[in-house]
């Protein structure tokens, strides 16, 4: 505009009304834009988070993506507690927008001696906005700044007289004492908080890239715990990971920022306060006046969360949670200055958690105090349930600190420690805990000692992998009472069951440990139960309940941050499969970690072997054929074999001999074949491949005789969905004799069963001319038609590329065709008419997509149909 303000407002810097310029390097967050857009339509948005939250920055890059005219900036200061420069700054802004003329009265205004007493005055500043022909977003940027009543009266009038033409963004620190609750009863109130605020692991992923920092994930995850995705906290510690992540979290710029922008802020009283609580992740009003001695620990807690917002009071609980860094930061100051007065509130602490029934924080308080005496009291307490807990990490860390003497003399630390050890399939560390035991038994063992005993003796069977002794020695497990072996019991009495074949016995032991488990809170011995029942489930064909249950287990694994759930995932992996989800069963396949053949436990035994399976089943589907049929074939070849279920040896045959065949490694597909006639004979599995070998051969006759039994249920499957197989290999059967009306009876047979097991893997990626008769009986297919539509979705999804088998023949002219024979001299090669060869050809050309010689020789190659100038065969 050409025209100026009137007079009689204070001179405003234009810096306090520009939107800020954002860095070089920020660090975009779509999301939060989003929230952002939406929430400019009510009439308040507040953004309420501590100092280094990435507020302005925020709020910033909205503003300049967003139409700047509309937008109206103020940067508000300590300065702004005087009246008349707060509303000076206001109006400058608001009538330099876009919806405001310059005979908007917002122009004119001349701003009173005391303006926010004034009626009149606000009264003209609601009228004028009221006025404007658009609304203005008015963002007032660090209002925790107003700490005089007089402008936040001046804003509390303005909100309540609601200009139906403002929009106000308020950002700050701590929530204000504006009269929000009105507001927000009548909707128009939008909130960003500070764990919106939090950085994800994809956000900060991306702030490190920008610095070029590059972090192994464990160094990754610390760092994102130990700043618990504070903006701030990230930034500074990536100025110093050139060190380690423990030092860049403690580094200098970390320490000067918490001191400037957090302590300095506090009156030293709730600093003194904040350092006794320092000790404590969470505390309590209660816990908090028991370290402090002060009986208005419930205020200053309250005080402290208001000014800071560092800390902040646990969701629906009476709990209040010290951020990681500013608890670091001021309990390193304590133990520098006061190591004394540091030990003293760790046992203050332990003394505090163990009379409230919280034992992990009372033994890890005790030991952090360097008490042993109060430490080996409590372990002898608590240390066996807190490992059934999953509390692994605490209770071996409070071992090592009572030392190696004092363990090996205490026959219940010895086995509880063995325990741990065979959790972490380290046997030979265990063997040595159990022997310990054995030479510091007690004259008179109390019962539960007993029973803890035997329960380590069937666990360390277990792991071994001698099931003859496992079942032995599990047969002589008694629980005590009371002392939380009740549910470990079931766990391993219904793992016996399960090995034995006796899984209904074994599946409601599963679920009565599972239950009691979750009773007493031992949330790893829970998992574990889950774990088990989602693989019986999947043994009998329940995909959802297996998929359910194993999500469960997952989800809790990772909750608590234990090791990898190796079998979790796999099952994971396996139902993505059968839901023809290659993308997501490989993703899950490489969430596993091979522990080795002889380090796992009966119960799991043939994983390594089962996921290296499922990953290259699931390459194979994403296209890399030759990677993933090799995969399969060096799972089964270096794998334990002797230590597979039924069910590990039906899926990894049927597998390897699928992807065999369609490659044309008949001699490989020959071989798994001959394995699992070893391994699971008579089965429908074994008919299964045996027809498929024969259909490949062109003896569809043969094929038909072979399946017809799985068809008719006289043979019975390891795996439920096998069924589905044989139905669709019996289309192309009927389907190669040209029977059409069976094909399609055959086909609706297959998609019947397979929508009732929720399996789409046979069906999505079905022989091509399952597939042509599948898309002409669209929209005739009834009850079925849907879940065909889910075929076909997943087939787009994945597009896949057919890959039809060749036959023997086709593959013997293939190997010569990269030659500079002509037709002519093949078919005097393979002693055939030159017509037979020509109609080979042909076929091959129309199986690979192609039309000359020079590409077929090149799609085959690429196919691993040849290799070296021959057909790979294994």
Known sequence: MSSAPVTGRRGVPRTKLTVPEPPSQLISRPRLLTVLERASDSMVTLVSAPAGAGKTLLLAEWARAHDASRIVWVSLDTDDNEDHRFWSALLDALSGAWPVAEECPLWHLTVPADPSMDPTFLADVANALDDLPAPALLVLDDVHELTDPRPLRGLESLLQRQP????????????THLPLARVRLADELSEIRAEDLRF?????????????????????????EQTEGWAAGLRLASLSLSGTIDHAVHDRAVADYLIDEVLLRLSSDLRAFLSAISVCEQTSAELAAHLSGRADAGALLDAIAEQTSLVFRVESTHWYHVHALLRAHVLSELVRQYPGRATQLHGAAAAWFATHDLPALAVDHAAAAGDTAQATTLMHRHALSLALSGEHELVRRVLDMLGGQTVAADSLLSLVSALLHLEQHEPRPADRDLAHAEAAWPP???????SLRQLVRSRQALDTGDIADFVKVTGGLDSAPGHHLDAPTMFLRGTALLVTGRREAGREQLRAGLATARD?????????????LAGLAGMEGDLTAMVTMATAADRENTRHGWHPPVAASAMLAYGALLHAEPAECLRQAHRTVSRGQDSDPI??????????????????????????????????TSGNLLRLWPEEVALCAVLEHRTALLLGWSAAAGEALRWADAGIPGTAEIHLMRARTQLSQ?????AAKTIQPVLTGAISPVMPWSVI???????????????DPSAQRTLRH???????LDVLYPVVFAAPDVINLLTTQLGRLGRVERFADRVFTLRRALDVAPVTPLTPREHAVLRLLPTLRSLEEIAEDLTVSANTVKTHVRAIYAKLGVTQRRDAVAVAFEHGLLENGRPQSR
């Open 164 to 175: 139906a033409r403002l929009r106000l963004i308020l950002s700050t620190r701590h929530d």
């Open 200 to 224: 994800s692991p994809d956000e900060a992923q991306d702030m490190l890239a920008v610095t070029g920092i590059r972090l192994r994930s464990e160094q990754f995850r610390l760092l994102l």
């Open 444 to 450: 008179q063992p109390p019962p539960e000692l007993v």
């Open 520 to 532: 007493a809170g031992h949330d790893y011995l829970a998992t574990q139960c889950l774990t088990m």
């Open 603 to 636: 119960g799991t035994s043939g994983l390594h072997v089962v996921v290296e399976t499922l990953r290259g089943a699931a390459e194979f589907e994403l296209g890399e054929r030759i990677a993933g049929a090799r995969r399969i074939h060096e799972a089964r």
């Open 698 to 702: 062109g003896r569809r006759e043969a």
């Open 725 to 739: 197989d044989a139905w669709l290999l019996s289309c192309e059967v009927a389907l190669g004799a040209g029977d």
């Open 750 to 756: 297959a998609l019947t069963l397979a929508q009732h």
